[in-house]
Nanobody
Framework: VQVVESGGGLVQAGGSLRLSCTVS????????MGWFRQAPGKEREWVSA????????YYADSVKGRFTISRDNAKNTLYLQMNSLKPEDAAMYYC?????????????????WGQGTQVTVSS
């Protein structure tokens, strides 16, 4: 199984980025997907999740109203549209796949992880 994130970069506060995550080696539409992030010196933090069909989405309070998670099952790809970025959003962002729907806000419930893509937000 391969999970590969892309789309990170440097952006000014208030700007936008779109992260992508391409998955291979598993039946993508059979997995629920999530985004997590980790800033230096901090614990990994759940950001958002989406069910296998894309019908239900979930967000951490810190990003609600600014980030949008989506997926294209035909392309085996997960997305995270990030708008109104703040310096505190700066982190390594990880994509993960979970076979079961419960606890999608907990990292321990995800089986497969990518290597991450770095997001830097300048103030």
């Amino acid at each position: 199984v391969q999970v590969v994130e892309s789309g990170g970069g440097l952006v000014q506060a208030g700007g936008s980025l779109r992260l992508s995550c391409t998955v291979s080696g598993l039946t993508f539409d059979g997995y629920h997907m999530g985004w997590f992030r980790q800033a230096p010196g901090k614990e990994r933090e759940w950001v958002s999740a989406i069910d296998s069909r894309g019908g239900s989405t979930y967000y951490a309070d810190s990003v609600k109203g600014r980030f949008t998670i989506s997926r294209d099952n035909a392309k085996n790809t997960l997305y995270l549209q990030m708008n109104s970025l703040k310096p505190e959003d700066a982190a390594m962002y990880y994509c993960a796949a979970a076979r079961f729907r419960y606890g999608l806000n907990r990292a321990s419930n995800y089986e497969y992880w990518g290597q991450g893509t770095q997001v830097t937000v300048s103030s």
